[in-house]
């Protein structure tokens, strides 16, 4: 059972264009959302991260946006560069305020983006 | 500078032959933990540790060992492998449960 989802397996946009990338969950107790970014041979690097007390959180080129009651977020990327081509996962986490909650991040399939020049 | 190490990075092996990968980080970190990450499915955790000698199971603990005798370091031990744990294995560290994870360059790992 997949608690998130990232529907596109793909994406490509030309240099300078926006990138949109979308992830969906279905667990109503996550809290906090975080985008990694992977390039090959390398680890997951950490991106952005909303709260779910926010519905927009912003760094540079990078925006993240939330929509707790579509269970749905995004992650926007502008202008888009050759650099960014990576994978994208998105990671949820439930409330850390229980003393149950073990920091596990639950991660989506990933999105491959490529920016072409 | 502050990072995540695995060894080794690449491993061939054949079923049932005992093998350990290594977790090392720099940051004191007292959170750690092991995920997996197979095509279609994303990263999965299989065992995290909140500090020393605190180690409890994740989403896929079947067939993996943990241990934390120091805080550096957590070892995923695969004491008899299969075919089904061929995967690319990562291991993630932070200061707690609440904050951002810091993630090793991966170890691809393929049970003959």
């Known amino acids: 059972d997949q608690q998130v989802k990232q529907n596109s397996p793909s994406l490509s946009v030309q240099e300078g264009r926006i990138s949109i990338l979308n992830c969906d969950y279905t667990n109503s107790m996550f809290d906090y959302f975080l985008w990694y970014k992977k390039y090959p041979a390398e680890g997951p690097t950490f991106l952005i991260s909303?709260?779910?007390?926010?519905d927009k959180n912003e760094d540079g080129r990078f925006t993240v946006f939330l929509n707790k009651s579509a269970k749905h977020l995004s992650l926007h990327i502008v202008p888009s560069q050759p650099g960014d081509s990576a994978v994208y996962f998105c990671a949820a986490r439930s409330s850390i305020r229980g003393s149950s909650n073990t920091g596990k991040l639950i991660f989506g399939q990933g999105t491959t983006l490529q920016v072409k020049p | 500078e502050a990072q995540v190490t695995q060894n080794p990075r690449y491993l061939i092996t054949v079923t049932g032959k005992k093998l350990t990968v290594t977790c090392s980080q720099n940051?004191?970190?007292?959170?750690m933990s092991w995920y997996r990450q197979d095509p279609g499915l994303g990263l999965r955790q299989i065992y995290y540790s909140m500090n020393v000698e605190v180690t409890d199971k994740g989403d896929v603990p079947e067939g993996y060992k943990v241990s934390r005798k120091e805080k550096r370091n957590f070892p995923l031990i695969l004491e008899s492998p299969s075919p089904n744990q061929t995967s690319l294995y990562f291991c993630?560290?932070?200061?707690?449960?609440?904050?951002?994870?810091?993630f090793g360059p991966g170890t691809r790992l393929t049970v003959l």
């Open positions: 909303i709260s779910s007390i926010k």
């Open positions: 940051m004191n970190h007292e959170y």
């Open positions: 993630a560290s932070s200061l707690s449960k609440a904050t951002e994870q810091f």
